[in-house]
């Protein structure tokens, strides 16, 4: 599988604080690749530098072998990058459908109009969304929040998916439906890198896992190596366990 995303000797320092470490790993082309690690780590950081939303410190990111990193967000997202964030950022008072079509007119489509509210209706209906199409955005419940973000993502065209703890919250139900959905995108061929830390999640969805611990990479391997390593379970359960 050739590399889609390459992250090489990443940085990132907070004022005296090194939150990401020279942190390397490379993602193939339609795989769906997990980025744990114990909370602080530096996992959101990571995924700040790929998208744009923060400079490195140091390092270089490419995509399909084209430097990336440097670029601020929405060139980026040009690029073929798009994201969820941990808190949801929609446009409340908008409707669902407004959402994803305001993110098809500042995508890489450049889609307005019927073709853009068509489209849209599209995503929503990929996402489990569509009989919300004309709810606002504001009352919108927790899990299709949520769902409504994912489908902004996938208005920007994206060839690689940052998640960043997209699973978080939902219940039993949610969650397998959830995962489903996460599955049928890798089907589809987006490419998906997520900070997940429900472990269901990650063993049914994740070929690879790279794991981070105080803002260093401590294993990056198949996911059932990567999580039985000593290192990760001292890092995540403490010394007595590992
Ligand atoms: N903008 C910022 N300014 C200062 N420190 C920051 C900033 N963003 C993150 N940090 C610090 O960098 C470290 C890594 O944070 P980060 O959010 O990347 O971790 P994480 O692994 O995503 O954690 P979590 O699982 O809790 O979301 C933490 O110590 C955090 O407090």
């Known amino acids: 599988m050739s590399a ?35 909370n602080g780590s530096g996992k959101t950081t990571v995924l700040n530098m790929i998208s744009g939303h923060l400079l490195p410190s140091g390092g270089d ?36 459908v407004e959402n994803v079509t305001v993110a098809l007119a ?3 489509q450049k889609l307005w109009g019927v073709a853009a509210r ?12 569509a009989h919300r199409a004309d709810h606002l955005a504001e009352d919108l ?10 489908a902004r993502a996938l208005a920007a065209d994206p060839e690689l998916l940052l998640l960043d703890e997209w699973l978080a919250g939902l219940n039993p139900t949610e969650l397998q ?4 959905l996460i599955r049928s995108l890798g089907s589809s061929g987006i490419t ?3 900070v997940e830390h429900v472990m269901e999640a990650i063993r049914a969805l994740c070929s690879q896992c790279v ?19 000593p290192a990760v379970i001292t890092a995540y359960l403490g010394e007595q366990h590992a």
């Open 106 to 108: 500042f995508g890489r």
């Open 211 to 229: 794991i981070m611990n105080a803002g260093v990479k401590i294993a990056d391997a198949p996911t059932a190596d990567a999580l039985s390593d």
């Open 192 to 194: 998906i890198l997520m």
């Open 118 to 129: 068509e489209r849209a209706m599209g995503f929503l209906d990929q996402v489990g969304l």
């Open 4 to 38: 889609l995303l390459e992250v090489s000797g990443l940085s990132r320092r907070f004022g005296g604080l090194l939150a990401v470490n020279d942190v390397s790993f490379s993602v193939g082309q339609g795989a769906i690749v997990g980025l744990l690690g114990p």
């Open 141 to 150: 419940t927790y899990i299709d929040q949520k769902r409504m973000e994912l």
């Open 61 to 96: 990111i490419s995509l399909h072998g084209k430097r990336i990193s440097g670029l601020g967000a929405s060139r980026i997202s040009k690029h073929g990058v798009a994201r969820t964030f941990q808190l949801v950022r929609a446009l409340p008072s908008l409707t669902v």
């Open 177 to 180: 439906s959830g995962i489903g």
